[in-house]
């Protein structure tokens, strides 16, 4: 009797927690709801194009249907991925300078990872990418690209850049 209280407390825990967007019960989907208590200026300031800390790759942060996603611009070493390659979707713009739920894609073990990002202030992006739990994870420091069209790709003789509308 006692694991039966226990099983349907968990499972109607998340119903009742504030934090849960991403909670279903009974084989119902998901369902994430983006807060809205921030403003949209607030929300976009994750777009542009960010380098990452070590110059190994570039990327292209935009919104698409209220999340925000990264293509790849620019790649140091072009044998790993695509150009153009989607790896990064699904962020909702959550708090102040915070972005979470979203997914990130590794080229070389070719697998998807959680992740969230936040803003410690306009030009650093910091993204924690982890399985299952934030408190298990890497995070990834981008620097933002300030003039994307006259900025200097390190190393651009050896690369391409991929330029892609919207």
């Not at 084989?27 to 607030?42: D, F, L, Y």
Request: some cysteine; aromatic content about 10%.
């Amino acid at each position: 009797m006692k694991a039966l209280i226990l099983l349907g407390w968990l499972l109607l825990c998340p119903i009742f927690s504030a934090g849960a967007q991403n909670t279903h019960l009974a084989g119902q989907p998901a369902t994430r709801v983006a807060n809205t208590s921030g403003s949209e200026k607030n929300a976009d300031a994750i777009l542009g194009e960010w380098l990452d800390e070590k110059k190994t790759v570039r990327i292209q942060v935009y919104k698409k249907c209220n999340t925000y996603n990264a293509r790849i611009v620019w790649l140091k070493d072009e044998s790993i991925a695509r150009l153009g390659s989607h790896v990064l979707e699904g962020l909702l713009y959550t708090q102040k300078n915070s972005w979470e739920e979203g997914r990130i894609f590794y080229p070389r073990t070719n697998s998807w990872y959680d992740c969230r990002c936040t803003l410690h202030n306009p030009s650093i992006m910091k993204v924690r990418v982890y399985i299952g739990t934030p408190l298990l994870g890497k995070t990834i420091e981008f620097n933002r690209i300030e003039n994307p069209a006259k900025e200097t790709i390190p190393n651009e003789t050896h690369s391409t850049r991929f330029v892609a509308s919207h």
